[in-house]
């Protein structure tokens, strides 16, 4: 799944190091995909006979801290977020695994996937491998599992391709119905985050609202969302043309629209839209100008966006903007916002009937953000 970024930054390399980053993106390539295949099936991942190559696969990604590049403010957010805690993410993720938590190894895996479909699907990569479809085919993944990986490599069409097919059929139980929707979701990302494609989300979307075999829940968001790409497409707003200045304030309007009620722990999937379209903008302007006076005020709003686009596959995605702009930003008020929205995260995803106990390795953390801020 790290293709998209890596590429980018192996075509931009000069040094001699350049062969070592190659081999790390291929390795990061192969163990990312087989990690998330095995992550699908708890009796895998549970399996004895597993386990050394799934401590390996998470070995390899916790190793490739050398290939980024070494200056935060010089990339667009994602990639900064990537660079300074991918590989502390899957170290913890190895000592999880040796603890034998599977299900949250399972979410942490989607999480790995999920920065780079969430964080990178903008741009489709210059070069990808040439043997990239031979070893998908391959792997025997799922048809939702094969558009995700084409998505995170960011071949996006050929994703588009597959997610249509999973769109078109019925769904055939309750499980049927869970990956139908996370296909759903997956394809509005693609259709207004990445292609910034007003029309073609409408034909989607009028597509699916006429299909009486749909459950009522599906159908409410559907018609939601149809009536903000709706407003969305009146507006005529130019993204590819617009300043980054613009872009920033475009993204500050439509979270402000979307955010209407419920406090900043809600999550209305009737407003994904809104926050996907702000989510794309921010993205675009750190892209245009990585060193954007408001960067940090950016890394807020997308670890904001993260958080009300909620989904299993972006599990922790919010948390690691947060991070990342404390770490950018040290001492500053910015700094301090984020620290406070990543630790009431961190107080409420552990706190449950029986009280709040939160692991070892997450008070460290937090003990180690809150010096940052004060």
Not at 30 to 56: C, G, H, M, Y
Not at 61 to 86: R, V
Not at 112 to 138: I, N, S, Y
Not at 340 to 369: H, K, M, N, W
């Amino acid at each position: 799944m790290m293709l998209g970024v890596m590429t980018v930054m192996l075509l931009a390399a000069t040094d001699a190091g350049a062969p070592v980053a190659k081999f790390s993106m291929r390795d990061a390539y192969d163990s990312l995909v087989k990690l998330q295949t095995v992550a699908s099936s708890p009796a895998a991942l549970r399996d004895p006979k597993n386990a050394a190559a799934i401590t390996a696969d998470l070995a390899k990604l916790a190793a490739l801290s050398h290939a980024f590049p070494s200056d935060p403010k010089g990339q667009e957010p994602a990639t900064a977020a990537l660079s300074s805690m991918f590989s502390k993410y899957a170290a913890e993720t190895v000592r999880r695994f040796e603890a034998r938590e599977t299900d949250v190894v399972a979410m942490r895996v989607r999480t790995m996937v999920g920065l780079c479909f969430t964080c990178h699907t903008r741009e489709r990569a210059p070069v990808d491998f040439d043997d990239a479809q031979k070893r998908l085919d391959a792997l025997g993944l799922t048809g939702l599992q094969r558009a995700q990986v084409l998505a995170a490599t960011r071949q996006f069409d050929e994703a588009l391709s597959e997610y249509t097919k999973l769109l078109e059929a019925t769904p055939a139980n309750e499980r049927g119905l869970l990956e139908y929707s996370r296909a759903l979701q997956d394809t509005m990302a693609l259709l207004v985050r990445v292609k910034d494609d007003s029309a073609a989300t409408l034909v989607l979307l009028d597509k699916l609202l006429a299909r009486p075999e749909l459950p009522a829940f599906l159908k409410g968001n559907l018609a939601a969302w149809r009536k903000d790409v709706v407003a969305w497409k009146a507006e005529k707003f130019d993204a590819q043309k617009a300043k980054p200045e613009a872009l920033f304030a475009k993204a500050q309007a439509l979270m402000t629209k979307a955010n209407t009620g419920g406090g900043p722990f809600s999550v209305d999937e009737r407003r994904d839209v809104t926050w996907l379209r702000a989510s794309g903008y921010l993205n675009l302007a750190l892209g245009k100008d990585p060193k954007l006076k408001t960067r940090g005020e950016a890394l807020y709003l997308l670890g904001v966006c993260a958080g009300a686009l909620r989904s299993p596959l972006w599990w922790d995605v919010d948390l690691l903007f947060f991070e990342a702009c404390v770490r950018e930003n040290p001492k500053t008020k910015v700094a301090k916002r984020c620290f406070q929205q990543l630790s009431d995260r961190v107080y409420l995803g552990f706190t449950g009937s029986a009280g709040t106990f939160i692991p070892e390795d997450e008070l460290q953390r937090l003990t180690e953000l809150r010096t940052l801020t004060e």
